[in-house]
């Protein structure tokens, strides 16, 4: 493990980094779980060894804005049970930041919108958010976003394919309700005509000038904790997002947590963080928000 004092716009912390580690989330909860605070004995992680105490000579302290980074994980988490999120080695910024702050729904959306504006401003790529937390390049997903909360601290897991898109397992784990022919609110129309997908992965060097793009994808970090640090200011205003939301105005599936799928126009993200449709005439024809799900888009 190397530590690294960094411009870091949330606080001043640094960022602990790992030429490897099983997962960067799996370290911050280890933080927050008191493993490795002040008089507790050296932890092992990944290999590595650390010591908690008050100052970074001390060892690996939690605070907020902390920041755990690898270069490569071997279990990297998606979204969903059994999700996993792999990447080649030192091709992703792969980190997990550790905020001091009560749960919030807005925080997926808000940690997507910083990586979208870092990537506009920084590489200069025309980057989108899907709601509710990844980051799309054209129709293919280059940013995933992967936020919990424990005991009083949030911790906002990116990975941001940088030269290189993630290999993907095959076949990649079902998650409830995402089987589109099984789903009781879709018609025989559009299971014969038409059906949502998932974005492919891609990388910002497939978009980005060679010239704007780092060689080292932790030069992104330092931007991007930037714009976190002004999104994360006072309550989550919708209009933050508009010219850079996805599928605004397409037909999409959303598929909420308990598996029921629901089909309509995606309009816009509501004061909460949650999704705005206007639902198909054959589920009512209402305007409805999701507060949580996924959204696919046809």
Known sequence: MTIYRIDNALAD???????????TMRVARELIAGRTG???????VGGASYRGGSGVQGGLALRHGLVIAAGHQSG?????????????????LLVSIVLEAPPDATLSIRAGLAVARMLRRRVGVPAHVK???????????VCGVLPEWRS???IVGIGL????????????????????????????ADRSHSRPSDPRPVAVAEYASLAKLPTDPLELLPPLLAELSVLLR???????VEGVLAYVGRRVMLVEPDGRGWSGRFVRVSERGGAVLE?????????????????RSF
């Open 13 to 23: 912390a640094p960022v602990c980094y790992f030429p490897e580690v099983d997962s």
């Open 38 to 44: 002040p008089g507790r004995e050296a932890a092992d």
């Open 76 to 92: 990297g988490e998606g979204r969903g049970a059994g999700s996993s999120w792999t990447a080649p080695r030192d091709s992703a």
């Open 131 to 141: 709601w509710p937390n990844d980051v799309l390049l054209g129709e293919g997903k």
């Open 152 to 154: 009083g601290w949030a």
């Open 161 to 188: 394919n940088v030269h290189a898109a993630p290999v993907l397992p095959d076949p990649q784990p079902k998650e409830p309700g995402l089987d589109w022919t099984e789903s009781r609110e879709v018609s025989e």
């Open 234 to 240: 006072g309550p989550f205003n919708p209009t933050a």
């Open 279 to 295: 639902l198909d005439v054959r589920e009512g024809g209402c305007t409805r928000e999701f507060v949580a799900g996924r959204l």
